[in-house]
């Protein structure tokens, strides 16, 4: 069964670009997650979809950021513009049904760098 | 605010060698926690869940508990291997959201 893909894998833009990741989680599964995950840190949750319906976006800055989930399944995060504070590994999940006893299966993520 | 403290941060033991992690968190009131493993450049991947109702669980080499009340969770390795160098994080679960700690890396020396 394959995993979450995410690419690219690796970015690297000037800061006040726009920037894209796309994410397409495992086959069947409805929740679908955007995480951003700073050096040192653990990953922080930015938006939560179930199905296309984005269900909890409460920490995802939304003067810059956006996120979309047509038809259900594939994702994508936007950044734009970016800023130099952006600079993270951001990290894609997904779920079965997206109960709290469900694990949440992650992706490999996209290395972001802003200069 | 969920807040998830490991300690500690880095740890470097010998082969061989039992690994003991810890994991404590503010709130008490979670669904479950998680124990994850990072590898460099990789994503994370799951190793153990514990249900809120449960006192721990084991996978081979690995054994989680919980210990719901006082807001800890201990990740033992036994037998520790060169394999098992990444970083482990521990994440509690609170109304379907993720709050996770910041990891603890560890390296096995050969």
């Known amino acids: 069964e394959a995993g979450v893909v995410q690419s690219p894998r690796y970015k690297i833009i000037e800061k006040k670009q726009p920037v894209a990741f796309w994410c397409n989680p495992i086959?069947?599964?409805?929740?679908l997650y955007w995480y951003r995950q700073n050096l040192g840190q653990g990953p922080e949750l930015l938006i939560r979809?179930?199905?296309?319906?984005?269900?909890?976006d409460s920490q995802l800055p939304k003067d810059r950021f956006s996120a979309e989930r047509l038809k259900g399944v594939d994702s994508t995060l936007k950044i734009q513009p970016a800023e130099l504070g952006d600079s993270a590994v951001y990290l894609c999940?997904?779920?079965?049904?997206?109960?709290?006893?469900?694990?949440?299966?992650f992706g490999p993520g996209t290395r972001l760098t802003v200069l | 605010k969920q807040e998830v403290t490991q300690i500690p941060a880095a740890l470097s033991v010998p082969e061989g060698e039992n690994l003991v992690l810890n994991c404590s968190f503010t709130?008490?009131?979670?669904?479950?926690l998680q124990w994850f493993r990072q590898d460099p450049g990789k994503g994370l991947t799951s190793l153990l869940l514990?249900?809120?109702?449960?006192r721990e669980q084991t996978s081979g080499r690995l054994n989680a508990s919980l210990d719901k009340s006082s807001g800890r969770s201990t990740l033992y390795i036994a037998a520790s291997q060169p394999g098992d160098s990444a970083t482990y994080l521990c994440?509690?679960?609170?109304?379907?959201?993720?709050?996770f700690g910041a990891g603890t890396t560890v390296t096995v020396r050969a």
């Open positions: 999940a997904s779920s079965l049904e997206g109960r709290s006893t469900d694990t949440q299966y």
């Open positions: 086959s069947g599964h409805n929740t």
């Open positions: 979809y179930e199905n296309e319906e984005a269900v909890d």
């Open positions: 709130d008490s009131a979670i669904y479950n």
């Open positions: 514990i249900q809120s109702s449960q």
């Open positions: 994440a509690v679960s609170n109304d379907y959201k993720l709050s």
